[in-house]
């Protein structure tokens, strides 16, 4: 791999890249069983000089700002090199975010450019805060001739002949503006440097490292810090190839383990948990005397990787379960939700190790990482190379609030002065998550201080950001809440979403305000749901400027209402 | 070409089998995550049965923000 000790910014560091593994595949795009795109570093190089040389000619300079809202695809990573290469600063836009949401992003990010797929800018020509949108240049993936784009361009066709300029960046330069969260009004765009980007990629590499001829299965979202990391900067500094697929159903990401035989893949705990149903329910099936000498072979293979995992050893003891991934399956990687232990037990019983990690946007990507020496299911691992991390004031069990210093912590908050002073005390990141060390120095997570939950598909749910769908409900007042906030668990899991409701005086919670309740909380992705809701007896504590006070009344809540009398929704 | 009423009928009955409930428990406005108690991932499958029986391609980004049968029906029904 490139020694990224050298580079001062990740335009330079892809740049060598593309010299020094020229003839490497690094990018294999494909929908469902049909490959559309197969790229060595020389090809992508070629590819990506006509946009960048097209965006200098359209003035975009260093230091501009360029969002990106695509699914995962090869045009995601050939724009974003083009965009680092002119000096550009990145924001990845979640796709999965409303067109609403993605506008107000837009905005608050200031992005020159945009670079969208067809099917979403076309929801976002669509969407009524359209005619406020200031971006200056936007080009669109995949439209076709003749559609209209509202002005936009088609990228296919926004090409220069030419050589571009190659604009060097120092690496207290901002590299990209990441949206945590936000989309309620008070967006958290984390700036980060491309020294926390080459930092972040040297202290992962230093313990999985990647290599050409690995292939990385992308499919986390690329705007996610992880998929960002592991399947794009990691991949292409190491000279490996990134594997796209334009479909998420579970019967192609299993075809797609074998077909390109994937060496590593990033993935929430949902997707783990479907590859695990599938592999019980496979298992129920085979005759009694079969699942036996099944039953047996695990029970080896676990007793012969209890100290660290032996690939060889498992492949050949359990040489059907290693086909379907391929074969070649070196660890499935996951982080940015719980998982619960006994999945990634099962995997790793299996000889496919599950290495589990913490982290957040605003250190980048990963704070600890389970080095499977050995293989730990209860804990999220140690502290990666250079990141320092303590416990501010724990209780008598050890448990507190975790704090992180590193080179890849970032730089603040995007225009929020007074958010970045209350995250980042003294160089120290407060993570909002609560945490002890064992004695080995393993983390283990024990909930949130935040109002907060993380989905089982690794979306962080800020309550204030969904609330405004009950905007107008006909009730006194309502207020929404993570349900571990106002009743901590010491754990993690069970994350949901409740809405304490107050009723005016003499209304009764009919089936009306229940039928309006749900037919709200149906416009909202499934994934942002409110679980529950709970009737309060007395109004809500607010503040002389009449905003409720959440915190307050979260421990009111807490202390005179019962997880167990939440109705579910 | 069947009827939207029919696509819908059918698709009902296909979910039933697919996720092994009684047809009866579901109805075209029901929300299927919560009443069939399924993620995103497991609709995907379904979605995959859907297709294969009626012969259609949908992309993922189609059943994006999708959470009642009625509405999936006529996703489908469009490209019959």
Known sequence: MLDLQKYSCLGAALRDAMERFGGETCLIEADREREKTRLTYSDFKEISMPLARALEDADFDAGDRAAILMTNQSKWLISAYAIFYCGGVLVPLDYKLTAGEQLQLLEHSKAK?????????????????????????????????????????RWEDFRRKGTPDFVMRQREDVACVVYSSGTGGRPKGCVLTHENYLEQCRALTAWYPFWPGVRYLSILPTNHAIDFMVGFIGPFVCGACVVHLRTLRPEFVRDAFV????????????????????????????????RAILNRMIALNKMLTRRKPRVKVSRTLLPGVHRAFGGEVLALITGGAFMEPSTMQFFYDLGIPVVNGYGLTEAGTALTLNDLKPFRADTVGKPLPGVELRVLSPNEEGIGEIAARSKTVMSHYLDDAELTLETIVDGWLLTGDLGRFDKNGHLQLFGRKKNMIVTEGGKNIYPEDIETVFDGLPVKEYCVFAANYVWPQKKLGREMLVMALRLEQNQRFDSALLGEIVARNRRLPDFKRVGGYVICEKDFPRTASMKIKRQALAEELGKTVNRAAVVGL | MPTAEQTLDEILSLAAAHFKVPRE????????????????????????????????????????????????????????
Do not use: C
Request: avoid cysteine; charged fraction near 25%.
């Open chain 2, 25 to 80: 428990k579901l109805r075209p406005d029901d929300d299927f995550f919560k009443t069939l108690g399924i993620d995103s991932l497991q609709t995907l499958d379904l979605l995959t049965k859907l297709e294969n029986h009626f012969r259609v391609e949908l992309p993922d980004y189609e059943l994006q923000g999708v959470s009642d049968f009625r509405t999936l029906a006529g996703k489908i029904q469009a490209r019959l």
């Open chain 1, 259 to 290: 077909r390109y035989r994937i060496t590593y893949v990033a993935l929430v705990p949902m997707i783990v948990k479907n590859l695990e149903r599938g592999l019980r329910a496979k298992f129920d099936e085979l005759p009694g005397w079969k």
């Open chain 1, 113 to 153: 450019v945009l670079v969208a797929e067809h099917y979403l800018w076309r929801a976002i020509m669509q969407s009524p805060e359209f005619q406020n949108i200031k971006t200056k240049l936007v080009l669109v993936t995949e439209a076709p001739l003749g559609a209209e784009l509202a002005g936009g361009f």
